[in-house]
């Protein structure tokens, strides 16, 4: 018998390599060629969490007793630190045994979420643009894709009648509606009268709202969540990070919010993939979910606000037009009428510049005239950015 041979799954004919993955290793490349590439593109918080969680890391590492299997469903003192969370930032009562489920970030959330609510065949609404994992992870599961359009004349906000004319479909079988405010690539803020509609247009079509919600505090003073609507637990799940918010992306520590019986179906899912998290991470990202209000304003806002004003430069230099009162960790611009395409941009400013910036497209077609600034760097690296991008303007 001839041998065959080996092949990959048909699912991974429908997505590619993550952007970022496949673009940092060019990056990777031309910086051991000493190229020196300024990296504005990826959201990874280059600041570190606040002393009492790196302290309380070590504390527990220490403990001989700490380092065995975890629950799944995490800690009792990290959810109940979750529930203070949420009650003190957002004033949202979250039921810490029941109602609370830690992720090892939301991209775990976005695959178990869609196992527990989607069969292959589904639709899944999703946002354009928008962040790529709702898309390639929905595509991986044998998912639907149906996209709404978010459009910078609507500040970003979901257009309710283009909802009701997709959902109205004859074919229509939609289970899940991602959204995500504050917008990530967009800096469109949370709006209390989105979430309000967000939350009935779920219960009128019997559809799953999942809001993820990492960026509420970075250069944000109003902290708004789905879960503040009421019935919206009835109805809607709602991630959150400490990625953003804590300085802490490496650490993988994200959370699912909703009521009790969907969080039984995502950890029935969860329990048969992954154990729970390293105990002493848990417990540091209990403590960090006590930093006071100085340490978020002086992280969140302040260091921000200060990294803003540079990369605002940077989208003057390039023609770029911005809303001023977008919030995130990232800028995002509209390019000038007279570049034909945006790679035409990011790809001169990579390789004249050195200078790494990331093209809109790569969040949906709806970006493919903008792109995104991260503020993930230090202010004298942005400001070197800024010079070196007037020397090839």
């Given at each position: 018998m001839a041998n065959r041979p080996i092949e990959p799954a048909d699912r991974l004919s429908l997505v590619q390599e993550y952007y970022f993955s496949r673009k940092l290793k060019e990056v990777a490349q031309m910086n051991a060629e000493g190229k020196d590439i300024i990296s504005l593109a990826i959201?990874?918080?280059d600041m570190p969490p606040s002393e009492q969680t790196i302290n309380k890391l070590c504390e527990v590492a220490h403990q001989p007793n700490a380092h065995g299997y975890q629950p799944t469903q995490g800690t009792p003192e990290l959810r109940e630190a979750m529930a203070g969370f949420y009650k003190r930032w957002y004033d949202v009562d979250l039921d810490a045994k029941t109602e609370i489920l830690p992720l090892i970030g939301s991209k775990e959330g976005i695959l178990h979420v869609t196992l527990a609510f989607v069969n292959p065949g589904d639709e899944v609404l999703v946002p354009n643009p928008g962040y790529p994992t709702y898309t390639s992870l929905s595509k991986i599961l044998g998912a639907k894709i149906?996209?709404?359009?978010?459009r910078e004349d609507n500040g970003w906000q979901?257009?309710?009648?283009?909802?009701?004319?997709?959902?109205?479909?004859k074919s229509s079988n939609c289970k899940l509606l991602w959204t995500n405010y504050p917008n990530m690539p967009t800096g469109g803020r949370a709006q209390r009268e989105t979430y309000e509609r967000l939350v009935q247009f779920a219960k009128e079509h019997s559809i799953v709202v999942v809001n993820d919600n990492p960026y509420s505090f970075i250069l944000s003073e109003e902290h708004l969540s789905i879960l503040q609507v009421p019935g919206a637990k009835d109805c809607c799940i709602e991630f959150n990070s400490m990625s953003k918010s804590h300085n802490m992306p490496g650490w993988r520590v994200g959370l699912c919010a909703t009521n009790a019986q969907f969080i039984q179906w995502i950890l029935k899912v969860q329990s048969n993939i992954e154990s729970g998290t390293f105990r002493g991470i848990q417990l540091a990202a209990a403590e960090a979910y006590q930093n006071?209000?100085?340490?978020h304003r002086e992280f969140n806002i302040n260091t921000?606000?200060?990294?803003?004003?540079?990369?605002?430069?940077?989208?003057?230099?390039?023609?770029?037009?911005?809303d001023k009162n977008q919030v995130g960790m990232f800028l995002w611009g509209k390019i000038p009428a007279d570049i034909k395409n945006v790679e035409d941009l990011t790809e001169r400013v990579l390789?004249?510049?050195r200078v790494f910036i990331t093209p809109g497209f790569i969040f949906g077609s709806n970006g493919e005239r903008y792109i995104r600034i991260s503020l993930c760097a230090k202010e004298e690296k942005i400001q070197q950015a800024l010079e070196r991008i007037n020397k090839i303007i």
């Amino acid at each position: 018998m001839a041998n065959r041979p080996i092949e990959p799954a048909d699912r991974l004919s429908l997505v590619q390599e993550y952007y970022f993955s496949r673009k940092l290793k060019e990056v990777a490349q031309m910086n051991a060629e000493g190229k020196d590439i300024i990296s504005l593109a990826i959201g990874s918080p280059d600041m570190p969490p606040s002393e009492q969680t790196i302290n309380k890391l070590c504390e527990v590492a220490h403990q001989p007793n700490a380092h065995g299997y975890q629950p799944t469903q995490g800690t009792p003192e990290l959810r109940e630190a979750m529930a203070g969370f949420y009650k003190r930032w957002y004033d949202v009562d979250l039921d810490a045994k029941t109602e609370i489920l830690p992720l090892i970030g939301s991209k775990e959330g976005i695959l178990h979420v869609t196992l527990a609510f989607v069969n292959p065949g589904d639709e899944v609404l999703v946002p354009n643009p928008g962040y790529p994992t709702y898309t390639s992870l929905s595509k991986i599961l044998g998912a639907k894709i149906v996209n709404y359009n978010l459009r910078e004349d609507n500040g970003w906000q979901p257009d309710f009648d283009e909802l009701e004319e997709i959902v109205n479909r004859k074919s229509s079988n939609c289970k899940l509606l991602w959204t995500n405010y504050p917008n990530m690539p967009t800096g469109g803020r949370a709006q209390r009268e989105t979430y309000e509609r967000l939350v009935q247009f779920a219960k009128e079509h019997s559809i799953v709202v999942v809001n993820d919600n990492p960026y509420s505090f970075i250069l944000s003073e109003e902290h708004l969540s789905i879960l503040q609507v009421p019935g919206a637990k009835d109805c809607c799940i709602e991630f959150n990070s400490m990625s953003k918010s804590h300085n802490m992306p490496g650490w993988r520590v994200g959370l699912c919010a909703t009521n009790a019986q969907f969080i039984q179906w995502i950890l029935k899912v969860q329990s048969n993939i992954e154990s729970g998290t390293f105990r002493g991470i848990q417990l540091a990202a209990a403590e960090a979910y006590q930093n006071d209000e100085a340490w978020h304003r002086e992280f969140n806002i302040n260091t921000y606000q200060r990294r803003r004003e540079w990369a605002e430069k940077i989208m003057d230099t390039l023609g770029c037009t911005y809303d001023k009162n977008q919030v995130g960790m990232f800028l995002w611009g509209k390019i000038p009428a007279d570049i034909k395409n945006v790679e035409d941009l990011t790809e001169r400013v990579l390789h004249e510049a050195r200078v790494f910036i990331t093209p809109g497209f790569i969040f949906g077609s709806n970006g493919e005239r903008y792109i995104r600034i991260s503020l993930c760097a230090k202010e004298e690296k942005i400001q070197q950015a800024l010079e070196r991008i007037n020397k090839i303007i």
